[in-house]
């Protein structure tokens, strides 16, 4: 299966889990899970939430990120890779000054 971004409608979400500032994202989602390209302005963030069905993994394509793993702060650029499993909790942030893109897959499990 493909999926093309490109043909998916960007969607914006103000304050996403409880963040500041704008998420854009361009969604594949079904039963199974989510998988995501998207992006955060400077300044903005997803809030802190944990991850009761799902784990996450996110790849940064560009720009920095700051992630709130637990009660770790984990700092990444582009080429990192966060994982959070389910049962743990964490935010992002993009604390740099340029867009930060990445590609988010959220399995259900």
Partial sequence: MIINFNGIEETRT???????GEFAVRMHSDDLGKI???SLKPGASIG????ETS????????????FLY?????????????????????????????????????PEQ
């Avoid at 784990?55 to 700051?66: F, H, N, R, T, W």
């Fill in 14 to 20: 103000s304050g996403f889990k409880g963040g500041i």
């Fill in 36 to 38: 995501m390209y998207g």
């Fill in 48 to 51: 802190f939430h944990k991850h």
């Fill in 55 to 66: 784990s996450e993994i996110i790849y940064i394509l560009s720009g920095k990120a700051d």
């Fill in 70 to 106: 637990d009660e770790e702060t984990e700092e990444m650029t582009a080429g990192g890779c966060h994982y959070c499993p389910k049962g743990h909790s964490h935010s992002m942030m993009n604390n740099g000054g340029e867009d930060l893109i990445f590609f988010a897959v959220v």
